[in-house]
Each structure stands twice: as C-alpha cells, then as structure tokens.
C-alpha cells in the first residue's frame, strides 16, 4: 500500500505493509544514486528488536541516540552532527530516522539542518510515529523553555510504516498511539459501527491517508488545515502539562487525546453545534480503542482553563477544533464561561 503525499515540490510516498522496511534499500540505490552513506539513527531500545535487520547497499552507519523524549535535546543534536561529520558524511548521503515519535522528530531536525540539509528516510516504529510524527515534515528538540520549540521544516523523500515492528510495542505505548487513531477515525467522521472488524492496520491506513491530505493543503501550517489535527488537543495538551508535572507516569499523550476528544464533544454540544448522537458515537470509539474518557484524579479547572488558552491570566481566546453541521473545524473566542462549566461537568461525571 502506498499513499502519496502529494506536495508540489518535494512529493514523496508513506509506504505501509508487512516488512516494507526492506524496500528501503531498493529506494536509495534508485532514488539517491549518489548516496555513498545511510547513516540510521535510532536509541540502544530500537536497537535491539528483533526486526532491526536493516541491510543497505551502500556503507551502513548507526548512530545510537538516547531513547524516547530524551533524544530531542539540542545536545544530542549536536551529538550527532558531530558524529556525521567525524564520519564525512556529505550532501548526497542519507539519514534514515528508525525509532518511535522522539527519534524520526531527531532524526529529521539533524537532516534538516547538518550541511544544511541532508535527505532524510523514516521508518516509524511506534503507532505515534507512523500516524503522525514521521509524515509531514515537522522536525523538533525540546528545549527547557517548552516541547518543540526549536525546529525545521524538513520533508522526508519518504516513508515506511512497517507493521512488523508494531508487534513489540508494549501494551501502554498501542493504546497512547490510538489516541492519536481515533483522532483520525473521528476527524473523518467516521462511526463506531465502521469500526467493524477493521485491524490496526486499516487504523494506520486511514489515519496517514488523512495526515497525507492535510500535510498537502497546509504544508507550513499557515492556511489553518494543519490545526484540525489538533482535534481533542487542546484539553488533551493542558491536562499533559498539569499531569506530567506531578507525575511524569501519570498519563500517556495518547490517554490525553482521547479525554480530550471526549471533552470537545462535549463542549459542542454545549454550544448547540452538535446533539447528544455525537458524544455517544465519540464515547463509542473511545471505548472500542481502549481509551480513557473522563479526568481521572483531581484537576484544579482554573490551572487547566490557564493551560488551554492562549492568554493564560483572562482565559480569553479560548480556541478548540469542534465538530458541528458542516463536520469538524477550528473555533474560536468560544465563551470561557461555557468551557468552564462542560469542564466541572466533565469533572464530576
Ligand atoms: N513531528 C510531528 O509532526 C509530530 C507529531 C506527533 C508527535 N510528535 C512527537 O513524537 C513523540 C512521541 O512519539 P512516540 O509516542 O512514538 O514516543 P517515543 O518516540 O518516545 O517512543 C515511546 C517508546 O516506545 C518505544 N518504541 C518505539 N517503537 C517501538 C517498537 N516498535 N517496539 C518497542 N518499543 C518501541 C521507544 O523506544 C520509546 O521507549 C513526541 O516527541 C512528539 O512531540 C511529532
């Protein structure tokens, strides 16, 4: 299965199935003749699986980073610049990210900005990785500041989600990266019913067909498409901040969204866009993916009200992607008072 990302200058292909991580050697003998270098970058953990059998026909460099978010510091991007350098690593090579979320987020920036670009390939490995974090181009380290604050746009020349390495994938990161999945089921409108007996592999399908679209019409998230990905976010990203501060375990980003997703039905039908049809269909498909659908443990609504608007101290601009008639899409100045009230409901339910 191939589903194009069909950007004008640099278009490229997702390439999804079983052990379609050994095209990617074929890709770079065919696409990048002058490549002399693969350099893959992935953490000790990725490593080590059992599907870690890359063979290129070029030189094959790894460069091992630290595992998860640890990766996305600007040390380990300098880490890892120097290593490319030491190694002579030119224009016409190539870095392959292997990893979940954090790795191709790394691999990509150090593509982005060594030589001044270099051609990076993705092999996402987590459900995270594969929906979302390795498709469209967006490349990130954190720094002490905030998540993602240093970057690039950078696009892959493409991309291959191998099924076969989703199998080792424990059973808390499956469900943190279905969050992100019945993001994608709901944003197209789909039911629970359509859920039937489809597999994890129609799940990623349908979820990366959508990123590929929107990637295309908003490519440098300027004209306002890109935002409908953060549909369940806005909430999902204040309870994150609020959770991880007092307990880095609490919750996976994944379990965020999907109370999320649970919290803006909610709220639309509040603000009379939806009827009470949409919060059971989305409860639905929270269930069916295993997902979390209330706040568990206390959160104080004022610092969660604080955490999703964009002025912290008024709670003004409080801007959510809700459904309504015409499907899901971005709306703003949505009244605080309104908010706070589907919150403390939400609270106590
Ligand atoms: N660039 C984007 O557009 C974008 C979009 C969404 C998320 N992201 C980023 O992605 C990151 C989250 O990604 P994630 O959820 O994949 O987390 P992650 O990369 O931190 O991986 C989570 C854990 O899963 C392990 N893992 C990954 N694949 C595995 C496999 N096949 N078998 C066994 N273990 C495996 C990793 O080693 C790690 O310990 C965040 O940093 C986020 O900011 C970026």
Not at 193 to 217: M, P
Not at 240 to 252: G, I, M, S, Y
Not at 334 to 349: G, H, K, M, S, W
Request: charged share 25%; with cysteine; net charge negative.
């Amino acid at each position: 299965m191939r589903i194009p990302v069909n950007l004008r200058d640099a278009p490229y292909d997702v390439i999804l199935g079983d052990g379609v991580r050994h095209d990617v050697s074929a890709f770079i003998t065919q696409h990048l003749p002058r490549a002399r270098v693969a350099v893959i970058i992935t953490s000790p953990e990725i490593r080590r699986q059992p599907w870690f059998d890359f063979s290129f026909a070029v030189e094959t460099v790894v460069i091992e980073v630290a595992d998860g978010e640890a990766a996305k510091t600007l040390s380990s991007l300098e880490a890892v610049c120097e290593e490319l350098a030491q190694r002579h690593v030119s224009r016409h090579d190539v870095i392959v990210g292997v990893g979940g979320g954090a790795i191709t987020d790394l691999a990509g920036f150090a593509a982005a900005v060594y030589l001044r670009g270099v051609a990076v390939l993705q092999v996402p490995t987590s459900v995270v990785g594969q929906v979302d974090a390795a498709i469209g181009g967006k490349t990130a380290v954190n720094i002490a500041a905030g998540k993602n604050l240093v970057g690039a746009f950078h696009q892959p020349a493409g991309v291959w989600c191998d099924s076969e390495t989703l199998v080792t994938l424990s059973g808390r990161e499956r469900i943190a990266g279905m969050g992100e999945v019945a993001k994608c089921w709901l944003l197209e409108g789909r039911s629970r019913a359509a859920l039937g007996d489809a597999t994890l592999s129609d799940f990623i399908e349908v979820s990366v067909a959508l990123k590929a679209r929107i990637v295309v019409a908003d490519e440098f998230e300027q004209s306002g498409e890109r935002a409908l990905l953060n549909y369940g976010h806005t909430l999902g990203h204040a309870i994150e901040l609020v959770a991880l501060d007092r307990d880095a375990d609490e919750l996976r980003h994944g379990e965020a969204v999907g109370i999320g997703l649970a919290f803006a039905a909610r709220l639309a039908r509040a603000l009379g866009r939806v009827d009470e049809g949409v919060v059971d269909q989305t409860d639905a498909v929270l269930d069916f993916f295993q997902l979390p659908r209330r706040l568990s443990g206390h959160f104080d609504v004022d610092e969660l009200l604080s955490a999703m608007s964009r002025d912290k101290k008024a709670h003004h601009n409080l801007t959510l992607v809700l459904d309504g008639a015409a499907g899901c899409e971005v709306v703003a100045d949505i009244d605080p008072q309104v908010v706070r009230e589907v919150l403390e409901q939400f609270q106590e339910a």
